[in-house]
């Protein structure tokens, strides 16, 4: 698992479909499975199986609220203080790229809080990372797991921006064969999850450290 200090080349696990519908530190996944594929929670061998966190005091799952609206799902390694995944519900994504605002998850520092809010840039934080863990180390950017080009508006995309869905990326691989990937998926999905209604819908899980892997659900196909 990496760290702050420590890159491994990321993957994507998509997983995508058109079903119908209906950053806050919680005890399940199954408490934010709204942005899982029909509800389903992934295995990660040694760290989630069987729908179980294995450790639970290690490993925290995160219902990522901003404005106190939920916005997306992240399992979070609290000693590595990086991310394990992110899942979301893409529904296409329109407008620029918001302003680096980087935010931190309060709970996981024992506060009362369930927004993310922005984090203290001078702060090393106990259980996630902080702003100086990267101004401490410029080999690295901070390389989004749910990307904010994804996200549907405004305040979707700002959410993207905390540093519990962010892992050390090298910069070259970032702003160059990353990003370029994140534009393909992007693209994939604007073309093959529109539905018959015209709305465009797919879930997406992005790891950490497991091999690509991209699934098409029934009606999210050509």
């Not at 998509?14 to 899982?36: N, Y």
């Not at 931190?104 to 902080?130: F, R, S, V, W």
């Not at 700002?158 to 050390?168: H, R």
Request: hydrophobic letters at 30%; charged letters at 25%; one cysteine or more.
């Amino acid at each position: 698992m990496t760290s702050p200090n420590t890159w491994y080349p990321l993957a994507a696990s998509l997983f995508l479909s058109i079903v119908p519908t209906v950053a806050e530190v919680v005890k399940s996944l199954s408490d934010c499975d709204q942005f899982l594929l029909e509800g389903t929670r992934p295995q990660v061998p040694g760290i989630l199986e069987g729908g179980r966190i294995l450790n639970q005091n290690r490993y925290k799952p995160i219902c990522q609220t901003f404005d106190n609206e939920r916005r997306f799902v992240t399992l979070y390694d609290t000693e590595n203080r990086i991310p394990v995944f992110s899942a979301y519900k893409y529904r296409g994504g329109v407008g620029k790229r918001p302003a680096n605002d980087w935010k931190i998850e309060p709970q996981l520092e024992d506060e009362d809080d369930k927004n993310m809010k922005l984090g203290d840039k001078n702060k090393t934080y106990n259980h996630q990372a902080g702003n100086i863990d990267y101004r401490r180390n410029r080999v690295f950017d901070r390389g989004h797991i749910f990307p904010s080009s994804h996200a549907l508006n405004g305040s979707d995309k700002m959410a993207t921006f905390t540093l519990t869905n962010v892992v050390p990326q090298a910069a070259r691989f970032n702003q160059g064969s990353w990003n370029r990937m994140e534009t393909c998926v992007k693209c994939v999905m604007d073309k093959y999850c529109n539905g018959n209604n015209g709305v465009i819908e797919g879930y997406v899980r992005q790891h950490e450290d497991v091999a690509s892997e991209l699934t098409l659900g029934r009606q999210c196909s050509p």
